[in-house]
């Protein structure tokens, strides 16, 4: 059987090595340009393979937004304390029921440092703050809320402060700026950048990972890294066989956020032994705050009922969409509220009347579900409280100005964009653990080929995922470049078990 | 690093070989008794390893009840047609999204074979009917209703049939019985069983799977099973370290189903390279329908909605159940239909009053939120429709008698029981695959360490588990024993990638 993503190659049968470095990093997006950078800062040798022409991965397909709190510059500015506390438990909770409790800790204490770094590489911030709720700012400001910190139950436990430190930029799409800023860095300190370079599995000496395959030029070659491997491949979006296998809910959704997310690196990490965790967990989101009046709306499930405090951060609520029954959900607005949605969004309008009755029954639903919903949301929204969902009072608008509109998102039609949380299980260094918790010598991850600060789709706010590829990226960097280089291809390490 | 269940010990570093077999079968429940019974017939020499003292596993605390159609004698003594097709179709509706085609079709063809198997081996079937909503008999009859077959939507797709055949047995807990058959079939077939041995680690010769490493009278013992490895270890739902990892949702329910389902298979079978899907899919019931005029009631969520069609399985509804938020649910029952629950299942009456707006102020919820929800209830169930939630008519009754009480279901205190349905991928033959669908020579799955006819928590229906560890049992033996014997310890075979 050849080597391949499934099957490492023993470094006994490696013919000839081809190159050798001290680190070899896989994937030219946000994680891996941290990681070679701190890695060839720290001394080692690095050579970076990066399957696509250039770099950017689904980094520079993001707006640049980077989850950082305890009280930045811009917070500051615009009138917000925070804490590192405050966002070590907005970090726990946004974690869900399996999060780790070291990462987030760790993030939370280094933030604001982490923040400096990014400054120091070239990263613009304007420290300039826009209210309200925006995916990401058009205007060339830095600061948003990009979270759920003011919906419940998250501003219960933790103090809210507006957290989306995004790179200083006019228009949608700071995230290629972010990378071309990393990548310069990374060239500068003499990373040996090779693209259109397809790594094709893992080469292992006996426990260790000793280097990679890697397609080039027609060519398979052999990579010594003395140090380690660290595997930036991204999530798998994109890989429709993984999705089916371990994420099933994710797959009936129509727009992965990817450029070679394929799970190659899940997938070659898993084959030498690196435990994968939390892999049917996914971000989902569909833009139905645009325009931003719409974010008045109240939503319903096809049995007419709310399911959720629609203030929430956008993904957390599409998410909770995902979870109702029927395939579809209804987003009601009012005269005073409605705005046609944004065309690309493919959100239609199902049912218009001069009450919600009339709505109830255009929509061919039974008397009394969505307009008795109605009558107790309005009812309640009067004396701005939710007391069903927690909803914020100021995002409790009574919806009473005739017409009223009920706009269909269809889980298979409408835009719902996403991309996967689980991954490789790692330590907060950046190794990536086998199934008992015990480093895999010689291997590290980081990015979503890890699962990181974010791996809960209800708990997802944006910047973390960017926030945990840039700084878990950077550890991953560091430790790789101190580890104690292996033995040249030395003999396995197993004991040997004998009977007696 | 010494060998364990998350690294196999490499067979060149076995120094003494203590037995050996053509295929040994790890665990003594349902699956592995089916898997050694049909190995030793077909001619191997099969060693049973089982780490208790003696057969059971987690069939062993079932009802000994087992997913049967096609038109059995039992159904067709009751006045019941079924056909294969049907069968098969509700198989796969009840699979869920990634359900398993080629294993739904190859059961749904053989189910009637497989239930003449059954009664050869000694397994008593009545052949009585028992109408109504029963969990398991506790007569001797020995037919019943055991899914969602009369429930939406499976009853829209898949022509209705009771398929839960049960050993004819007096009381509860048929599964003793049944595994005791087959023990004895076991060992009138001369399988070698060995109890007290726990199996540590697997053994491998490259890719393939060589035997196995187990602890006895304090010892360590390597043996070689030259066609096979067969893991019959059930799943992991007393490993509290693997649910957190794979499936948190399931971690915080109280009542594991199992004996020492510690998911080592699983881990065994990843480190041999196999693909383990759908961990994070499980199993789970409170036992609400007993007394069953409880049966009758609604079930509401803390927002006062309702939330699935309550005719539906019980694991069906009580998995919908665990997705609702708040931590808890209440069943609303009226003075007709009201029962004391079951003492074990630690359901408590939450609110009483002589209305069902009495029933909401007791509980602290907004007015017009229950009591709206039950006024829909109830004025469609006089008609005996539910357009919301296609409860079938038959249990669509008016709950107007007062007083009206709500029972409330907490989900950490509550009794839920629960086990676990993700595990080692598996093709129909029981060959374990690795990631990228290859068998992984010499390795063999079946029951809950495998992903098999049962692998999503919202279709499952009672008998399935127990018709695919027996079925499926059954398909592994023989696979194995029918394995081509490797070459006693070859080489690793796999190919040299050589660069230019």
């Known amino acids: 059987m050849k080597a391949s993503l499934h099957h490492p190659l023993q470094a006994a049968d490696v013919i000839q090595w081809d190159h050798h470095c001290d680190v070899a990093v896989v994937g030219f997006g946000a994680a891996g340009a941290c990681a070679a950078l701190e890695a060839a800062r720290a001394g080692a040798s690095v050579t970076l393979f990066e399957m696509a022409g250039g770099s950017g991965g689904a980094s520079a397909l993001s707006g640049g937004e980077i989850y950082i709190g305890g009280?930045?510059?811009?917070?500051?500015?615009?009138?917000?304390?925070?804490?590192?506390?405050?966002?070590?438990?907005?970090?726990?909770?946004?974690?869900?029921?399996?999060?780790?409790?070291?990462?987030?800790?760790?993030?939370?204490?280094?933030?604001?440092?982490?923040?400096?770094?990014?400054?120091?590489?070239?990263?613009?911030?304007?420290?300039?703050?826009?209210?309200?709720?925006?995916?990401?700012?058009?205007?060339?400001?830095?600061?948003?809320?990009?979270?759920?910190?003011?919906?419940?139950?998250?501003?219960?436990?933790?103090?809210?402060?507006?957290?989306?430190?995004?790179?200083?930029?006019?228009?949608?799409?700071?995230?290629?700026?972010?990378?071309?800023?990393?990548?310069?860095?990374?060239?500068?300190?003499?990373?040996?950048?090779?693209?259109?370079?397809?790594?094709?599995?893992?080469?292992?000496d006996g426990r260790a990972v000793a280097g990679l395959v890697v397609r080039q030029d027609g060519q398979e070659r052999c990579i010594r890294a003395t140090r380690g491997v660290i595997l930036c491949t991204g999530g798998f979006c994109m890989n429709e066989d993984m999705l089916r296998r371990y994420a099933p809910h994710a797959a009936k959704l129509n727009d992965p956020i990817g450029v070679n997310d394929n799970g190659s690196g899940i997938e070659m990490g898993m084959a030498a032994g690196g435990d994968a965790i939390h892999l049917d967990e996914f971000f989902s989101t569909c833009p139905w705050i645009m325009p931003d009046s719409l974010a008045q709306g109240v939503f319903v499930n096809v049995a007419g009922n709310r399911f959720i405090g629609e203030d929430a951060y956008h993904g957390r609520v599409s998410r909770t969409m995902l979870d109702q029954p029927g395939g579809h959900v209804y987003l009601l607005v009012d005269n005073?509220?409605?705005?046609?949605?944004?065309?690309?969004?493919?959100?239609?309008?199902?049912?218009?009347?001069?009450?919600?009755?009339?709505?109830?029954?255009?929509?061919?639903?039974?008397?009394e579900t969505l307009s008795a919903t109605m009558r107790v949301y309005n009812r309640n929204a009067a004396q701005g409280r939710d007391p069903l969902f927690h909803r914020g009072p100021e995002f409790m608008t009574p919806l009473v100005e005739a017409p009223f509109a009920a706009l269909k998102l269809d889980f298979s039609t409408s835009y719902f964009s996403f991309f996967t949380l689980g991954g490789l299980n790692t330590a907060p260094t950046g190794e990536v653990l086998d199934r008992g918790g015990i480093p895999v010598p010689g291997l590290y991850a980081a990015g979503r080929a890890s699962c990181g600060l974010p791996r809960w789709g209800h708990g997802y706010s944006s910047g973390m995922s960017l926030a945990d590829c840039t700084f878990f990226g950077r550890q991953a960097g560091l430790s790789a470049a101190r580890n104690e280089p292996a033995d040249a291809v030395s003999n396995r390490s197993i004991d040997v078990v004998s009977a007696e």
């Not at 990263?123 to 979270?147: A, N, Q, R």
């Not at 705005?339 to 001069?354: F, N, Y």
């Open 71 to 204: 009280g930045s510059d811009a917070q500051t500015a615009a009138g917000f304390s925070d804490s590192a506390e405050a966002l070590e438990t907005y970090l726990q909770m946004a974690g869900g029921p399996d999060a780790d409790a070291d990462k987030c800790a760790l993030y939370a204490r280094n933030s604001l440092d982490h923040y400096q770094w990014l400054k120091d590489q070239g990263v613009p911030y304007k420290g300039t703050y826009v209210p309200g709720k925006v995916i990401e700012p058009t205007t060339d400001d830095t600061l948003i809320w990009s979270g759920s910190e003011l919906a419940w139950p998250f501003r219960e436990q933790a103090a809210p402060a507006p957290r989306g430190h995004v790179i200083q930029h006019e228009g949608w799409g700071g995230g290629r700026k972010l990378v071309d800023i990393l990548e310069a860095r990374t060239v500068e300190a003499g990373v040996d950048v090779q693209c259109n370079a397809r790594v094709t599995a893992l080469i292992m």
């Open 336 to 367: 005073a509220t409605f705005a046609q949605p944004l065309d690309i969004a493919r959100i239609e309008i199902a049912a218009v009347g001069e009450s919600w009755e009339e709505v109830e029954a255009e929509l061919g639903m039974e008397p």
